[in-house]
Nanobody
């Protein structure tokens, strides 16, 4: 069992930055690939970024490449999402997720992930 808790969201002006954190509980966290998704009001949850269990491989949605960086600190059982050059269209609830099913997968679909956090709100003002 894995419990995920996101933090770091908030209200920020366009062009600003935020670092989201996802703290995980569970001894097997280090063996799971992790992902970030976001969901804007009345829209589908969409993939943002993923990082392999080792941290050596990452994968990003085209819409965030060059602005978002995913990383992980296994010693702290935490995954991060650094968001730079924020745009109003980045406004959404951001969720982290853990993939316990496929050790070498960098999942980009919500169905690839087994565990989800409760989300953290990011609001970008223009």
């Amino acid at each position: 069992q894995v419990t995920l808790v996101e933090s770091g969201g908030g209200l920020v002006q366009a062009g600003g930055s935020l670092r989201l954190s996802c703290a995980a509980s569970g001894r097997t966290f280090s063996s799971y690939a992790m992902g970030w998704f976001r969901q804007a009001p009345e829209k589908e949850r969409k993939f943002v970024a993923a990082i392999s269990w080792s941290g050596d491989n990452t994968y990003y949605a085209d819409s965030v490449k060059g602005r978002f960086t995913v990383s992980r600190d296994t010693a702290k059982n935490t995954v991060y999402l650094q968001i730079n050059s924020l745009k109003p269209e980045d406004t959404a609830v951001y969720y982290c997720a853990a993939d316990s099913s496929a050790h070498f997968r960098l999942g980009y679909m919500a169905s690839h992930y087994d565990y989800w956090g409760q989300g953290t709100q990011v609001t970008v003002s223009s």
